[in-house]
């Protein structure tokens, strides 16, 4: 008989956990309080992008992508996986010269990148502020829908899917549901993004994971107005302000035409309303760099959570000696990371030769973070 | 931004809007009436080409001598319950508006149900093809058949037959047996059984048929004859164009927006004075539950009495509302939407007009939340205006709230408005 495997939460990270597991031979069960793809999933952009934010995030990022690559043949066309490539556009000299710096650093770790200048920029997305002096293209980022890719890849896994389970605690070989039911399995990941700690508390700190709210804002078709996922390299600047609010431009395209506009981070926020004054914040941010932007129609405006920890990379691997597994904390990547992450976890599970250095993923450093004050 | 202030704000002139204005204005309230039609009315009672109806008359006659104000083609995009605000957009952009009290008289959508061929053009929802009718397009002569369930049927296809239609037939899904207990409950309501009776008298010879849905609508380019099912047996019928409605639901998505609550049957729920559960909102007429014209009328006026703080009007029109809801209630049961309806769309049938989404990659997904999420479903231009009430009846349950904005706005207008809203926050925290 096949080993079993639980797998907490069916969004895309417990989806690409619960595929993976079934690869290395596990009968798996998906465990979900709501529905798959209720929590971030069913939020965020669906940008497949390599971040450089540090040198772990860069591998993480680069293998993910590489494994979202390698599916491309097999995506189903609800998924709408294209190969939008990510502009990443300069405002200042400052700006420029990180522009260079990234594009070295791509190239030694074979990510393919190509400097735009001024004048090439305007060519590529017409729609862009003239003064805006150039931009990295990294053209290899794709744009996947995630509430499709996660049941898809729930569907490969061919897991056993229970919806509707509150599960209140999370050991090394069982599961506690709410009203003292308990589930047995050979092992436990936990994948249910800011809803995680709890589940293995006290072993973790609980505040190891903040939710970090976003809006979003979606047009109607608009066929042609951009061909890339554009972000201003300012982005990693907001994604790291720890304390108060930030806003960053961050833009896709959809296969459709429809444009999605974000960005926003704030931390503390209880309410899931769109804000008015970081909607306005975020759309003048928008302006700035696509002034054109003004004219199209807004059919929609929402927010989501996003599982965030303190140094911006996930939590992968085993939580004290004896488990359960984490796969949590994503923050704005999940969708991007899922794949690297669950082939980590799988090759931790196993005990083979990690695709990459595990340690900076290392649960565990939550306690020493907490330790330190 | 523009700024306008009054006393009593009303959402809408249809009956219930009118109503209320003009029970409000009457009292000495300042009242300023938005509507997003280019004239008073509603649905019910627009004029376009056409006049009036004759019922309409007094309460128009009525509402302009109340001195409540009337912003017409003004669409309400946004609220803020808290500061007694809303905002509009009309021709000439955004304007903030703000009142002591709001009355939502926001009416009802008609829902169409999805059935093979639904989508092909001629085939209209039987408000829709009226509303059409009245803004200019020809029905003299053209046959058309009438299809769907409620009062709402027998009424359009009269007005069909006076403006020189030939109405093929008017397929109502509920069983006979059902509304002939109905309409004989109707006996202690006179006025009633007459509208029924003049109804029938200007439909006499017109096929009208019961336990019947459409099956089908066929055509390459145009729709050019219906398949229906009636008790089980199918009939075709050739027709220049067809109206289908399966009855109206409240429109309540302003309501939702300002946080008010709703009951299980979906509409905003309403204490004896139609008040909601947010403060110093009312809801009067069909968000409230479907109830029709006089139910809608007593409902205004008593929103617009209470909102003006006259407590003793009021009570009097509680008492007659109260009535008048039972007959809704028992007109709801009586065109209740049979079981069978939910076999209608097959696997090619387009649910959702705007994301082009089939039933088959709705049919197997478990609630309408997830279907939302799946297939895009409700996520198009019109944000689930049409799909969404289908596929809470065809799956049960409500895909989520809605987002704002309540209709499309420029990026730049959200941006103002969001700035304004900002602005508005500020000014009243201080």
Same mark, same amino acid.
């Given at each position: 008989?096949?080993?079993?495997?639980?797998?907490?939460? /069916?969004?895309?990270?417990?989806? &690409?956990?619960?595929?993976?597991?079934? *690869?290395? =031979?596990? %009968? +798996?069960?998906?465990? #979900? @309080?709501?529905?798959?793809?209720?929590?971030?999933?069913?939020?965020?952009?669906?940008?497949?992008?390599?971040?450089?934010?540090?040198?772990?995030?860069?591998?993480?990022?680069?293998?993910?992508?590489?494994?979202?690559?390698?599916?491309?043949?097999?995506?189903?066309?609800?998924?709408?996986?294209?190969?939008?490539?990510?502009?990443?556009?300069?405002?200042?000299?400052?700006?420029?010269?990180?522009?260079?710096?990234?594009?070295?650093?791509?190239?030694?770790?074979?990510?393919?990148?190509?400097?735009?200048?001024?004048?090439?920029?305007?060519?590529?997305?017409?729609?862009?502020?003239?003064?805006?002096?150039?931009?990295?293209?990294?053209?290899?980022?794709?744009?996947?829908?995630?509430?499709? /890719?996660?049941?898809?890849?729930? &569907?490969?896994?061919?897991?056993?899917? *229970?919806? =509707?389970? %509150? +599960?209140?605690?999370? #050991? @090394?070989?069982?599961?506690?549901?709410?009203?003292?039911?308990?589930?047995?399995?050979?092992?436990?990941?936990?994948?249910?993004?800011?809803?995680?700690?709890?589940?293995?508390?006290?072993?973790?700190?609980?505040?190891?994971?903040?939710?970090?709210?976003?809006?979003?804002?979606?047009?109607?078709?608009?066929?042609?107005?951009?061909?890339?996922?554009?972000?201003?390299?300012?982005?990693?600047?907001?994604?790291?302000?720890?304390?108060?609010?930030?806003?960053?431009?961050?833009?896709?395209?959809?296969?459709?035409?429809?444009?999605?506009?974000?960005?926003?981070?704030?931390?503390?926020?209880?309410?899931?309303?769109?804000?008015?004054?970081?909607?306005?914040?975020?759309?003048?941010?928008?302006?700035?760099?696509?002034?054109?932007?003004?004219?199209?129609?807004?059919?929609?405006?929402?927010?989501?959570?996003?599982?965030?920890?303190?140094?911006?990379?996930?939590?992968?691997?085993?939580?004290?000696?004896?488990?359960?597994?984490?796969?949590?904390?994503?923050?704005?990547?999940?969708?991007?990371?899922?794949?690297?992450?669950?082939?980590?976890?799988?090759?931790?599970?196993?005990?083979?030769?990690?695709?990459?250095?595990?340690?900076?993923?290392?649960?565990?450093?939550?306690?020493?973070?907490?330790?330190?004050? | 931004?523009?700024?306008?202030?009054?006393?009593?704000?009303?959402?809408?002139?249809?009956?219930?809007?009118?109503?209320?204005?003009?029970?409000?204005?009457?009292?000495?309230?300042?009242?300023?009436?938005?509507?997003?039609?280019?004239?008073?009315?509603?649905?019910?009672?627009?004029?376009?080409?056409?006049?009036?109806?004759?019922?309409?008359?007094?309460?128009?006659?009525?509402?302009?001598?109340?001195?409540?104000?009337?912003?017409?083609?003004?669409?309400?995009?946004?609220?803020?319950?808290?500061?007694?605000?809303?905002?509009?957009?009309?021709?000439?952009?955004?304007?903030?508006?703000?009142?002591?009290?709001?009355?939502?008289?926001?009416?009802?959508?008609?829902?169409?149900?999805?059935?093979?061929?639904?989508?092909?053009?001629?085939?209209?929802?039987?408000?829709?093809?009226?509303?059409?009718?009245?803004?200019?397009?020809?029905?003299?002569?053209?046959?058309?058949?009438?299809?769907?369930?409620?009062?709402?049927?027998?009424?359009?296809?009269?007005?069909?037959?006076?403006?020189?239609?030939?109405?093929?037939?008017?397929?109502?899904?509920?069983?006979?047996?059902?509304?002939?207990?109905?309409?004989?409950?109707?006996?202690?309501?006179?006025?009633?059984?007459?509208?029924?009776?003049?109804?029938?008298?200007?439909?006499?010879?017109?096929?009208?048929?019961?336990?019947?849905?459409?099956?089908?609508?066929?055509?390459?380019?145009?729709?050019?004859?219906?398949?229906?099912?009636?008790?089980?047996?199918?009939?075709?019928?050739?027709?220049?164009?067809?109206?289908?409605?399966?009855?109206?639901?409240?429109?309540?998505?302003?309501?939702?927006?300002?946080?008010?609550?709703?009951?299980?049957?979906?509409?905003?729920?309403?204490?004896?004075?139609?008040?909601?559960?947010?403060?110093?909102?009312?809801?009067?007429?069909?968000?409230?539950?479907?109830?029709?014209?006089?139910?809608?009328?007593?409902?205004?006026?008593?929103?617009?009495?209470?909102?003006?703080?006259?407590?003793?009007?009021?009570?009097?029109?509680?008492?007659?509302?109260?009535?008048?809801?039972?007959?809704?209630?028992?007109?709801?049961?009586?065109?209740?939407?049979?079981?069978?309806?939910?076999?209608?769309?097959?696997?090619?049938?387009?649910?959702?007009?705007?994301?082009?989404?089939?039933?088959?990659?709705?049919?197997?997904?478990?609630?309408?939340?997830?279907?939302?999420?799946?297939?895009?479903?409700?996520?198009?231009?019109?944000?689930?205006?049409?799909?969404?009430?289908?596929?809470?009846?065809?799956?049960?349950?409500?895909?989520?709230?809605?987002?704002?904005?309540?209709?499309?706005?420029?990026?730049?207008?959200?941006?103002?408005?969001?700035?304004?809203?900002?602005?508005?926050?500020?000014?009243?925290?201080?």
């Amino acid at each position: 008989m096949k080993p079993r495997a639980l797998v907490i939460g /069916a969004g895309i990270v417990g989806a &690409a956990c619960a595929a993976e597991l079934a *690869r290395a =031979g596990f %009968a +798996v069960v998906v465990l #979900e @309080a709501a529905h798959p793809s209720a929590g971030a999933t069913a939020c965020g952009m669906g940008h497949v992008v390599a971040m450089d934010d540090s040198e772990a995030q860069l591998e993480l990022t680069r293998t993910s992508r590489s494994l979202w690559e390698e599916l491309l043949p097999e995506l189903p066309e609800n998924i709408e996986a294209t190969r939008a490539g990510t502009l990443w556009v300069a405002a200042d000299d400052e700006e420029l010269a990180a522009v260079h710096a990234k594009h070295a650093y791509y190239l030694t770790r074979g990510v393919n990148a190509e400097i735009h200048d001024q004048h090439s920029l305007r060519s590529l997305e017409p729609h862009l502020a003239p003064d805006l002096i150039g931009a990295l293209r990294v053209p290899d980022d794709l744009v996947v829908y995630p509430p499709c /890719a996660a049941a898809w890849l729930l &569907a490969l896994s061919g897991a056993e899917l *229970r919806v =509707g389970l %509150a +599960v209140e605690r999370a #050991e @090394a070989r069982r599961v506690l549901l709410h009203g003292g039911v308990a589930l047995e399995g050979d092992l436990v990941v936990v994948a249910a993004g800011e809803h995680s700690l709890p589940l293995v508390s006290p072993a973790l700190p609980l505040h190891g994971i903040k939710p970090r709210k976003g809006h979003l804002v979606i047009t109607d078709r608009a066929p042609g107005f951009a061909q890339h996922q554009i972000v201003e390299l300012g982005y990693l600047k907001s994604a790291h302000s720890h304390d108060g609010s930030s806003v960053a431009f961050n833009l896709q395209p959809r296969p459709n035409g429809q444009v999605l506009l974000g960005s926003s981070r704030q931390y503390d926020r209880t309410s899931d309303e769109v804000e008015p004054a970081m909607l306005r914040r975020m759309l003048e941010r928008a302006f700035r760099y696509m002034p054109k932007l003004r004219a199209l129609p807004a059919i929609r405006a929402w927010t989501g959570r996003r599982a965030a920890t303190h140094d911006h990379l996930p939590l992968i691997g085993k939580v004290g000696a004896e488990g359960p597994w984490l796969a949590a904390g994503h923050e704005g990547l999940g969708i991007t990371t899922s794949l690297g992450t669950a082939r980590l976890l799988s090759s931790l599970i196993a005990g083979t030769t990690p695709p990459f250095d595990p340690r900076p993923f290392d649960p565990q450093r939550l306690c020493a973070e907490a330790s330190h004050g | 931004m523009r700024e306008l202030a009054c006393d009593l704000l009303v959402v809408g002139a249809g009956p219930a809007g009118i109503a209320a204005a003009c029970a409000a204005a009457e009292r000495g309230k300042k009242v300023l009436v938005l509507d997003e039609n280019p004239g008073a009315g509603g649905q019910i009672w627009r004029a376009g080409t056409h006049a009036p109806p004759r019922a309409a008359e007094p309460w128009l006659a009525r509402f302009r001598a109340s001195g409540a104000e009337l912003r017409s083609g003004c669409a309400v995009v946004e609220g803020d319950a808290a500061r007694q605000t809303l905002w509009a957009q009309d021709a000439e952009g955004l304007l903030r508006t703000r009142a002591e009290s709001i009355v939502l008289a926001t009416g009802a959508r008609e829902l169409f149900l999805p059935f093979p061929g639904w989508t092909l053009p001629g085939v209209l929802g039987a408000g829709g093809l009226q509303a059409l009718a009245k803004s200019g397009w020809p029905v003299r002569g053209k046959k058309i058949g009438v299809a769907g369930s409620g009062p709402l049927l027998l009424a359009v296809a009269a007005w069909l037959v006076e403006h020189g239609a030939h109405v093929a037939f008017v397929a109502e899904q509920a069983p006979l047996g059902r509304l002939a207990r109905f309409a004989a409950s109707l006996a202690f309501q006179p006025r009633k059984l007459a509208q029924l009776a003049a109804l029938r008298w200007k439909l006499r010879g017109v096929p009208q048929l019961f336990s019947s849905w459409p099956v089908r609508a066929n055509g390459r380019a145009h729709i050019d004859s219906v398949e229906l099912a009636t008790d089980g047996e199918p009939q075709g019928f050739l027709v220049d164009a067809l109206a289908v409605g399966f009855g109206l639901v409240p429109e309540t998505a302003l309501a939702e927006q300002l946080g008010c609550a709703l009951d299980a049957s979906g509409a905003v729920a309403v204490d004896a004075e139609q008040r909601t559960n947010v403060e110093r909102i009312y809801a009067a007429g069909e968000p409230t539950g479907i109830g029709g014209v006089e139910n809608a009328l007593l409902q205004g006026e008593l929103a617009g009495a209470s909102a003006a703080g006259d407590a003793r009007a009021a009570h009097t029109f509680a008492r007659r509302a109260a009535r008048a809801r039972r007959f809704g209630r028992a007109l709801e049961r009586a065109f209740a939407l049979r079981e069978e309806l939910r076999e209608m769309p097959d696997d090619d049938t387009i649910v959702c007009r705007c994301e082009d989404v089939r039933w088959d990659a709705a049919r197997e997904l478990d609630s309408a939340r997830e279907t939302k999420l799946q297939t895009r479903c409700g996520m198009g231009p019109c944000q689930g205006r049409v799909c969404q009430p289908a596929l809470h009846f065809l799956k049960g349950g409500r895909a989520d709230r809605r987002r704002p904005p309540l209709l499309p706005l420029t990026l730049g207008e959200l941006a103002e408005l969001a700035a304004d809203r900002t602005t508005l926050e500020h000014e009243t925290s201080r």
